[in-house]
């Protein structure tokens, strides 16, 4: 079955970076994509960008292209995010889930597995 | 960007309920919208894509319809598992964007 495994809790300083994770499995890695979005406490999901493993190609929200990077190993089907210059307003959920955007706007495949999420807290 | 703009922000509803959330994109994005229920404490989970398809595993008493820009999203008979957050996604182009979340509270 269809898992994406991500990596557990990061308390981090204002102006640290974090490195998240996402391993994937019950499926071939390469032949999705992987999309990050985080929820903030209170507040609904923000996407935050997407990554094809086959090819490294990105896509990003607009707010978060100068200080996030997502990059993805094939050799251990795990995808990751890294944001940098963290403040509290980064203080979130971060979930991957997966995505099909190679098959075409009509697949079905956008958004239809999640990992459990990720808490990233800043704070001094 | 597409702003993705959702309505009523909140509604109370009783078990037995029909109800409907609408979900207006500012750009034409066809049929490439998702809609996904969140309960508290738990991931969201996919209900509808391509605008009208349901996610297998979902019961029937959830439909989506729409095309173009204008959007809903209709639960019949509420059950007491239905109280949750409802979120609307275009994929339609990048960057894609979530609506801002409508909350159905029991009355």
């Known amino acids: 079955q269809v898992q994406l495994l991500q990596s557990g809790a990061e308390v981090k300083k204002p102006g640290a970076s974090v490195k998240l994770s996402c391993k994937a499995s019950g499926y071939t890695f390469t032949s999705y994509e992987i999309s990050w979005v985080r929820q903030a406490p209170g507040q609904g999901p923000e996407w935050i960008g997407w990554?094809?493993?086959?090819?490294?190609?990105?896509k990003f929200a607009h707010k978060f292209q100068d200080r996030v990077s997502l990059t993805s190993d094939t050799s251990t089907d795990t995808s990751y995010l890294e944001m940098r210059s963290l403040t509290s307003d980064d203080t979130a959920i971060y979930y991957c889930a997966r995505v099909g955007h190679n098959y075409g706007l009509d697949s079905p495949y956008y958004f239809d597995f999640w990992g459990a999420g990720t808490l990233v807290t800043v704070s001094s | 960007d597409i702003q993705m703009t959702q309505s009523p922000s909140a509604t109370s509803a009783s078990v037995g309920d029909t109800i409907t959330i609408t979900c207006r994109a500012s750009?034409?994005?066809?049929?490439?919208l998702a809609w996904f229920q969140q309960r508290p404490g738990s991931l969201p989970k996919r209900l509808i894509y391509?605008?009208?398809s349901l996610q297998t595993g979902v019961p029937s008493r959830f439909s989506g319809s729409g095309s173009g820009t204008d959007f809903t999203l209709t639960i019949t008979s509420l059950q007491p598992e239905d109280f949750a957050t409802y979120y609307c996604l275009q994929y339609n182009s990048f960057p894609w964007t979530f609506g801002q979340g409508t909350r159905v509270e029991i009355k």
């Open positions: 990554i094809s493993v086959y090819n490294g190609n990105t």
């Open positions: 750009h034409i994005i066809a049929n490439y």
């Open positions: 391509g605008a009208s």
